[in-house]
């Protein structure tokens, strides 16, 4: 008996909760028109979006730094150099009594990421600083860097950001060994410009590393300008200057023995090029195509069937959410946002190799500031400065390219709800692209490639590529 009136107990209850909710229904540009609410919750400006311009940012002490010269026919062409501050191997450094130079060797490591056409023909010039880049007082993607005409190295060939690289290997008081290193770029600097600006300094230059930087001032390493419009595609390559790396300009000399007059020891030894000693810089410019340039330049209030995102401080996508208000009004009470998934579709036709579709793109918003923000379902916080948001779950937050359905997918349950409960304020979402590794709010510059997505208006043309926003939700009275 007891058992028969625990049950028509939780009946009862059952009951009192089904009668105070209406059915689950679903929002969006695809929802069965039968589940719609009174017929008005589909509307083709749900989302609005436009292409605008990223941000500058700080390249002083990036993971790893672009270079290169990438010609898309699509978005235009990209061009990255760097400014390269160089290091004394310790201080007071001495290269001994009658030193004599074999060679110099400017080293590059790669960082393993690559875009564009690696067997297109890289034309690489190298030029001293005009002045002390580790002097500088900004490092922003934008500036420009002075430097001295005269070519003090070339290379011209193909690159290999991924094969390792076999290597002489210079031991003092020893025979010379073959050794397999990571993969590197090697540029043979001009002897005579090492011996005057490095080689032959006092001994007080090379005392401390500012010493020596105030005279060496430092390298420009840039694709050859006249060479650009030979390379068909390019591509951007990253390197490697982290301190554990080994890039730098890496000498071989020969100098007398400190023992005995009548031998000659043969020496190498690394000027490192490290953004644990050194700021470092990467200058990147755009030539943006026409179809670019026109949504850059239009009014925002106009849209367009496509728009784009570009890492390296390029292009982001701005969105908007204007009909959400409008939607919590006509359904009239309290919304439960149950699940909430932006669907973002690539253009059609757009993941053409060499330009494949970024592997991971991100979504922010911005606060009233200004400032990037994460979302609250990516807003897990780090345990130390902040407790983050209990609903975050960036596991299933999304952002990564889907090759099947040719798309991408977020889960934004929680900012849908904040949006509608009027807890959080759209002062601007975006879209960028970011690292497949590390997800980015900043503008990215460890990764070149884009993405060409869709928008919120149908385009027969394009495929109906669309960005999407589905909501499933319960009413509550």
């Known amino acids: 008996m007891r058992f028969i009136k625990l049950d028509l107990l939780t009946l009862l209850i059952s009951l009192f909760l089904f009668a105070s909710c209406e059915r689950t229904s679903t929002i969006g540009l695809e929802v069965d028109p039968s589940n719609v609410i009174q017929g008005t919750l589909i509307d083709t400006a749900t989302i609005s ?158 005392k401390y590393n500012s010493y020596f930087q105030d005279k060496f001032k430092g390298l420009y390493v840039q694709i050859k300008p006249s060479a650009k419009g030979a390379m068909g595609n390019g591509g951007l390559m990253f390197f490697n200057f982290a301190s554990t790396a080994g890039s730098g300009v890496m000498l071989y000399y020969r100098k007398q023995n400190a023992t005995t007059t009548t031998l000659t020891d043969t020496v190498s030894i690394n000027f490192p090029i490290s953004t644990g000693s050194s700021p470092l810089g990467a200058s990147v410019s755009r030539a943006y195509s026409t179809q670019v340039q026109t949504q850059l330049s239009a009014d925002p209030k106009l849209q367009f069937a496509t728009t784009y995102l570009q890492p390296l401080g390029g292009l982001r996508t701005k969105l908007s959410f204007p009909y959400l208000q409008k939607m919590k009004t006509e359904v009239g009470g309290k919304m439960i946002v149950n699940k909430a998934e932006l669907i973002v579709d690539l253009s059609t036709g757009t993941d053409v190799a060499p330009f494949r579709a970024a592997p991971r793109i991100a979504l922010y918003r911005a606060d009233i500031a200004g400032q990037r923000k994460n979302l609250p379902d990516n807003d897990a916080g780090n345990g130390v400065t902040t407790s983050g948001d209990p609903r975050a779950n960036p596991s299933t937050f999304g952002g990564y390219f889907d090759s099947t359905k040719k798309r991408y997918v977020f889960i934004v349950t929680a900012y849908m709800q904040d949006l509608l409960d009027g807890k959080t304020q759209d002062y601007g979402t975006y879209l960028a692209v970011t690292p497949s590794s590390t997800f980015e709010v900043l503008p990215s510059f460890g990764v070149a490639s884009r993405a060409i997505i869709g928008s919120f208006k149908k385009n027969p043309a394009a495929g109906d590529n669309l960005i999407k926003l589905n909501v499933y939700y319960t009413k509550v009275n």
């Not at 390269?84 to 130079?101: E, M, W």
């Not at 080293?107 to 990421?113: D, Q, R």
């Not at 564009?116 to 030029?127: F, L, P, Q, R, W």
């Not at 010379?176 to 990571?182: A, E, L």
């Open 49 to 206: 979006s436009r292409t605008v311009k990223d941000d500058d940012a700080n390249t002083s002490a990036l993971s790893r730094y672009p270079f290169g010269f990438l010609n898309d026919q699509t978005l235009g062409s990209t061009t990255s150099s760097l400014a390269l501050s160089v290091n004394v191997p310790i201080d007071a450094y001495s290269f001994g009594t009658n030193a004599v130079l074999d060679s110099a060797i400017l080293v590059l490591n790669y960082a393993g990421e690559f875009y564009g056409d690696s067997t297109a023909t890289y034309n690489i010039d190298v030029h001293q600083l005009n002045n002390n880049v580790a002097k500088e007082n900004s490092f922003l993607s934008s500036k420009t860097y002075p430097f001295n005409s005269s070519i003090v190295a070339n290379y011209t060939g193909k690159v290999f950001p991924t094969t390792p690289i076999k290597v002489t290997d210079v031991l003092t008081g020893a025979k010379d060994t073959i050794k397999t290193n990571t993969p590197q770029l090697r540029v043979k600097l001009d002897n005579n410009f090492i011996n005057t600006n490095i080689v032959n300094l006092s001994a007080t230059d090379l």
